[in-house]
């Protein structure tokens, strides 16, 4: 962890040492609360009105109140990764329900906080967007849809960390979750492509997938290219002959995945359209944002 970090909480920026939450706090006791990953490229961060428009959205989803206003947690971001020095990094935004008493209303949290982490990211070496990812399929099922919405990034993780672990345990680092169903959902951390007969093809929200904002700019630089994209019911044989498979995801990016289960999946690197969205998405990130 990086040392000497200025972090905002709750209304103004403090010393990464001085950084604390109450253990009062409905966001640690419950994981009551909701969350944004961000990125930030060359003093740009990208996307930023869409992350907060689903910040948004999720908070609206669980009934709790963003003490800020859109603008306001711009000016946060913004000042918080030019406070941090960064130019390239992260940017974790995170609102709990705030301190409350022992026990599950919320209603009894008088007021939300709010924090915001600025600082360097690297969630897979670079040998892994040059060789591709192993996957394997964990037996722990996504949360049913119909009992939490996939929409809502909350801070409950607990599903997709138990997961997180079976990847580990497997000597791999990352899992695709199915649904009840059977269907594929995401993996732990990341939306799922596979391209098959020259279309591109990803589980619907409906399977449990979270609504990706670097999934919404695959379906974007796809269309671009001409490329048929398709939301799709997909099972584990589907990904195992798929032609080509990668994963999205905002720490993440686009990351090949060559092996599922053993299997391996097309020709066993990345493929040719996996390494074209690669290429237009990094463009992309270099060419728009909102300045710091």
């Known amino acids: 962890m990086e040392q000497g970090l200025q972090i905002f909480l709750d209304g103004q920026f403090v010393p ?22 961000i990125r930030l490229y060359n003093g740009k961060i990208f996307r930023l009105d869409q992350h907060l428009d689903r910040l948004f959205a999720s908070a609206r989803a669980i009934m709790l109140t963003v003490p800020m206003s859109k603008a306001e947690l711009t000016d946060a971001c913004r000042e918080a990764c030019r406070r941090n020095g960064l130019q390239n990094g992260y940017i974790r935004l995170v609102v709990t329900r705030g301190v409350g008493y022992l026990g599950l209303s919320p209603f009894k949290c008088k007021q939300p906080s709010v924090f915001i982490i600025a600082a360097t990211i690297e969630l897979y070496p670079e040998e892994v967007y040059r060789n591709g990812l ?88 796809a269309e671009k ?33 060559v092996s599922i289960d053993g299997r391996v999946v097309g020709g066993g690197q990345p493929g040719t359209l996996t390494l074209k969205l690669t290429e237009a998405f990094r463009k992309l990130t270099c060419s728009e944002g909102t300045a710091i």
């Open 134 to 221: 192993k996957l394997i399929t964990a037996a722990t099922q996504r949360v049913n849809p119909a009992a939490i919405s996939p929409s809502i990034k909350s801070l409950n993780y607990l599903n997709n960390i138990l997961a997180k672990i079976e990847a580990i345990q497997a000597g791999t680092v990352e899992a695709i979750m199915l649904n009840s169903s059977g269907h594929v959902a995401e993996c732990t951390g990341d939306n799922i492509f596979i391209v098959r007969r020259g279309r591109l093809e990803t589980p619907p929200i409906s399977a449990g997938a979270l609504n990706g904002i670097t999934r919404g700019v695959v379906f974007e630089l």
């Open 225 to 257: 290219m001409k490329v048929p994209v398709t939301e799709a019911n997909l099972t584990r044989y589907d990904l195992m002959t798929a032609e080509e498979c990668f994963l999205t995801g905002t720490a993440a990016e686009i990351v090949p995945a």
């Open 16 to 37: 990464q040492s001085e950084a604390k939450v109450s253990v009062f706090d409905h966001g640690l006791l419950y994981g009551d609360g909701v969350f944004e990953g």
